[in-house]
């Protein structure tokens, strides 16, 4: 067999998209033309998420793979400020503070990690912590000339739908909170303002289905 079919097979598994397709068909019975689709891009405005759905709290861990599930009860009732996240401190610190990346606490945090034998978002070594950081400043100006975010579909790791960017979880009122992934260009996009923020729909609740705001949410990807 191909070795690229083999990778594609692979991956396809990794990111659970059997599961995801089920998962569509079961939510188009259930919903109609209201129903999520999983990986979907939607569009958000960076400004509008200021909470993050606080698993700690809530008890329970919502993953890439479970994108597109609706899930009801109170999970996103369990909610902190997305300003206390590392990342986008950090962020501040960087582009609206001028400071460099090695003064900053997800550099420094990141460093302690590689120093106990661990290689935090795949960098082993100091200097590809430096490598990243390089390349998520040329990210930074690039969003700020072009005036907003690439999709994860425009990018060279480029997969299904969104899946792999900004990961949002959808709340019973329709407002968004910040998953656990894509913390760094999410930060890009609050500090640039950005009023269309591509991202990968993580779990929603059926309140907001029945209501349209998911589907609202869809529509402005289209």
Known sequence: MDISVVQSVRRAFEAQVPRKVVRDLYNRVRFGDLAPLSDAAIFVDAETVVDRYDHDRAGRRFRRQDSGAVIGGD????????????????????????????????????????????????????????????????????TRKRGRLLRASETPQAYRREHGGIFLHVARDGTCLRGGGGAHRFAIAKILRLTAMPAQIGVVHPQAVVDGQVARLMAAAA
């Open 75 to 142: 999970w996103d009732q369990f909610r902190s400020d997305v300003e206390a996240d590392t990342k986008l401190v950090s962020c501040r610190m960087r582009y609206e503070g001028g400071a460099e990346w090695a003064d900053t606490p997800v550099y420094q945090r990141m460093l302690a990690e590689i120093a106990r034998g661990h290689d935090p978002d795949g960098c082993a070594t100091e200097t590809a912590l430096q490598a990243r950081y390089a390349e998520l400043d040329r990210i930074f100006e690039e």
